[in-house]
């Protein structure tokens, strides 16, 4: 048998610590969504089998305990997402509207630096700063309204799968 020092044990921990979370990290990625529906089930099944307990302490078959604690948390996060969505809705169609007057205030803003500048004698180029910003500005929205989409598809997905 081979005795091994500590530094000799040290490194061979190390080196099968960084591979276990390696192919921890790649396991994760090939069944990530059947891991999430799976911890998201057990989670919820944990969270509901109190108010089943409460229930059969009140003389309900477990049936009907189970069948009324189901349907009670159906019912609650269908009226959360009938009451989030339309409010997540009229925000990104908020932002949308204000980002043209934060545009505009950008721009006033930097005409109102150029005179600060042009005043002390400061050299700055506020046409290529503007149209910089302003791109970025846009790609940034198109990006914020993206992931917004993103989000609520995906929520709504979650919902689906729960």
């Known amino acids: 048998m081979v005795r091994l020092n500590r530094l000799q044990m040290t490194l061979l921990t190390w080196i099968l ?4 979370g390696w192919l921890a990290l790649r396991v994760g990625q090939m069944f990530g969504t059947l891991l999430t ?8 099944a944990f969270l509901l089998n109190y108010p089943v307990r409460i229930l059969c302490r009140y003389r309900f078959p477990r049936g009907w305990a189970v069948a009324i604690t189901f349907t009670v948390s159906v019912l609650v996060i269908s009226l959360v997402g009938v009451a989030l969505i ?3 809705a009229r925000q990104v169609g908020q932002l949308g509207a204000k980002l043209p007057i934060w545009v505009d205030s950008l721009q ?5 630096l150029s005179l600060w500048a042009a005043e002390r004698n400061i050299p700055f180029d506020q ?3 503007t149209d910089t910003l302003i791109a970025r500005l846009q ?12 989000l609520l598809l ?5 919902v689906v799968d729960l």
């Open 154 to 158: 995906g929520t709504f997905g979650r």
């Open 37 to 44: 529906n799976i911890l998201t089930a057990a989670v919820l």
């Open 139 to 150: 790609a940034g929205g198109e990006k914020l309204a993206g992931q917004s989409l993103e």
């Open 17 to 20: 610590v960084v591979i276990s």
């Open 127 to 129: 046409s290529g700063l």
């Open 108 to 112: 006033r803003q930097l005409e109102a």
């Open 86 to 88: 339309p409010i997540l």
